[in-house]
Each structure stands twice: as C-alpha cells, then as structure tokens.
C-alpha cells in the first residue's frame, strides 16, 4: 500500500514598518478563528503554540491588547 505525504503551506503577512517590540499584549480575533474549517482539536493545538510561542516573547493574552 503507498501513502503519500502533501505539505503544509503556511503563509503569514505583516507590516513591515511595524515595531513589534512595543507591543506587550495580543488577542486573538475569534470570528476569523472560527471560520477556519478545522478541527478544534487542531484549532486548540494551533492557539496553544501560538501561546507559548509569544509567551516566550514575554508577551500576554488579554482581552483589551
């Protein structure tokens, strides 16, 4: 039996003229969350790595960023 494997595509887009150092806080934007046709399981997965990702930046999730 062969199995094939297809790649992840990830793109991402920001301004570049942006100082991301001055930002301490983020949020996510839950209406663009939830139109991504996903799990939730693997939505979990995602917004986790994403939370220890910036938490390593020592950046905060809250609900005024």
């Not at 942006?18 to 949020?27: C, E, L, N, Q």
């Not at 790595?49 to 020592?58: F, H, I, P, V």
């Amino acid at each position: 039996m062969l199995f094939s494997c297809s790649s992840v595509s990830v793109f991402t887009d920001h301004d570049s003229g942006v100082d991301f150092s001055k930002y301490k806080t983020y949020a996510y934007f839950k209406p663009g969350i939830d139109k991504v046709e996903i799990s939730d399981l693997d939505k979990r997965r995602i917004l986790k790595a994403n939370d220890n990702q910036l938490s390593g930046k020592s950046m905060i999730k809250s609900e005024m960023p």
